[in-house]
C-alpha cells in the first residue's frame, strides 16, 4: 500500500493532512480546500488561485491551476494500512511469508507449468485452467514431502 509518487521533487501526498471527517485537505503550507465529490472517486481537493501565491508552489505543483488531491473511496482503509505498515512486528511477519508466497508464483509461472499463458480463451475458463495447475503442483509438491494415502488416511512417510 505505498502512497502515490510525486513528481520528482514535488510534495508527495502523504505530506498533505486529509480530514475525512472535516472533509478538508491541508497543505505543507497550511492552506486548506474541501473534498469535493467527483465521479470515480470518492473526491478530490483542488488548491487552485492560492497555489498561486505559495510560496512552497515550486515544490507542490507545476500546473496553472494548482495542485489538486485525489481522494480514494477507501482512503481511509489506506491510511490504516500504511500506519500498520511501519509497525517491526507487521515488517517482520511480512518478510516471512511474502517470499514463500512470490517464490511459489514464480515457480508457476517460470517452470514449463504454462502459468504465463493461457491455453483457453474466457475468464471462468482461464480461472478453471490456473486451478487445476496448482492443484497439480501441489499433488506434485506433496509427494516430494513423501505424503501417501493409507487405510486411516494420508501419513507422512519416513526415510
Same mark, same amino acid.
Given at each position: 500500500?505505498?502512497?502515490?509518487?510525486?513528481?520528482?521533487?514535488?510534495?508527495?501526498?502523504?505530506?498533505?493532512?486529509?480530514?475525512?471527517?472535516?472533509?478538508?485537505?491541508?497543505?505543507?503550507?497550511?492552506?486548506?480546500?474541501?473534498?469535493?465529490?467527483?465521479? +470515480?472517486?470518492?473526491?478530490?481537493?483542488?488548491?487552485? %488561485?492560492?497555489?498561486?501565491?505559495?510560496? #512552497? =508552489? $515550486?515544490?507542490?505543483?507545476? @500546473?496553472?491551476?494548482?495542485?489538486?488531491?485525489?481522494?480514494?473511496?477507501?482512503?481511509?482503509?489506506?491510511?490504516?494500512?500504511?500506519?500498520?505498515?511501519?509497525?517491526?512486528?507487521?515488517?517482520?511477519?511480512?518478510?516471512?511469508?511474502?517470499?514463500?508466497?512470490?517464490?511459489?508464483?514464480?515457480?508457476?509461472?517460470?517452470?514449463?507449468?504454462?502459468?504465463? +499463458?493461457?491455453?483457453?480463451?474466457?475468464?471462468?475458463? %482461464?480461472?478453471?485452467?490456473?486451478?487445476? #495447475? =496448482? $492443484?497439480?503442483?501441489?499433488? @506434485?509438491?506433496?509427494?516430494?514431502?513423501?505424503?501417501?494415502?493409507?487405510?486411516?488416511?494420508?501419513?507422512?512417510?519416513?526415510?
Amino acid at each position: 500500500m505505498q502512497p502515490p509518487a510525486a513528481v520528482k521533487g514535488h510534495f508527495p501526498k502523504d505530506r498533505f493532512d486529509i480530514d475525512l471527517e472535516q472533509q478538508t485537505v491541508t497543505c505543507p503550507a497550511g492552506h486548506t480546500a474541501p473534498i469535493r465529490a467527483r465521479e +470515480r472517486h470518492a473526491g478530490a481537493a483542488n488548491f487552485g %488561485v492560492v497555489c498561486a501565491t505559495c510560496p #512552497l =508552489a $515550486a515544490q507542490c505543483t507545476t @500546473a496553472k491551476t494548482g495542485r489538486t488531491i485525489t481522494i480514494s473511496p477507501h482512503e481511509a482503509a489506506l491510511a490504516a494500512g500504511r500506519a500498520r505498515q511501519t509497525d517491526p512486528a507487521w515488517k517482520a511477519d511480512y518478510r516471512a511469508t511474502r517470499p514463500k508466497v512470490e517464490r511459489k508464483i514464480g515457480h508457476l509461472m517460470r517452470h514449463r507449468h504454462g502459468g504465463r +499463458r493461457a491455453r483457453v480463451r474466457g475468464l471462468r475458463k %482461464v480461472a478453471a485452467d490456473f486451478s487445476l #495447475l =496448482a $492443484a497439480a503442483v501441489n499433488l @506434485a509438491r506433496l509427494g516430494v514431502l513423501g505424503i501417501t494415502r493409507k487405510a486411516g488416511g494420508w501419513a507422512v512417510t519416513t526415510a
